[in-house]
């Protein structure tokens, strides 16, 4: 394919000037307010530190869809496991979680009733939105689109995680002020051992004892 044969001197012609090597979802159109939607409900999952209630909206860019202040984005995982990996990303490639690292985090449950755009939508494709929305770095592109769709009237997002495979998994950002929230948290959140347990992703335990053995003595 791509081959033109020219009086004989057959070479291989370009189809056009993109190159699979580079990203193909662009900037932003104009007109998101018909983008498609989907309403969401029942129980959702955020994992988030220890000293962070459950609802914090994020606009100091560390995150892929946040927005700028005074606005921010609090990020959601339709189940444990997608909530604590894409909390802990890249690091869950080095093995087994340290206690210590699981001890910071807690993931608490959240029971949501919100209309979102919706990333996932086949009808998304004519917007020019395709999977690369979630796994693309930096972070300049996914937060330029994420304005655009809170300018257009969208209170939020729905997308696929860039760390969780299952086909059921995804995420889902809302917009809001910057900052905490003003909802309910959950009373009993998962501890961060039993929410990693729970996704299937070891934790690498502290003994809490130790015993000393001595060496054996010297022969005479």
Known sequence: ????????????QPV??????????????????DF?????????????????????????????????EPQGTCYLGSSVGVAVRERLGRRLASGPV???????????????????????????????????IGTITPYDLPQRWATALHSAGHRGLRYWPRFALAPDDLSVALFAAAGPGTRRGDPGPFTGRDALRAAGIPVLGVPRSLTVIPPPSAPR
Do not use: K, N, Y
Not at 16 to 32: F, H, M, N, T
Not at 47 to 59: D, I, L, M, P
Not at 103 to 115: G, I, P
């Open 98 to 132: 340290p206690a210590a690292v699981a001890d910071q985090m807690v993931v608490s449950r959240v029971r949501l009733r919100a209309r979102v755009a919706d990333l996932t939508a086949r009808a998304a494709e004519r917007f020019g939105i395709t999977r690369e």
């Open 16 to 33: 056009d000037d993109v190159s699979r090597q580079q990203v193909a979802i662009g900037e932003p159109p104009g007109g998101l307010g």
């Open 1 to 12: 394919m791509g081959q033109v044969d020219r009086g004989g001197d057959r070479r291989c």
């Open 36 to 68: 498609p939607s989907i309403a969401l409900s029942g129980l959702w999952f955020r994992a988030h530190s220890v000293s962070r209630g459950v609802w914090w909206f994020s606009s100091d860019g560390s995150g892929r869809f946040d927005l700028a």
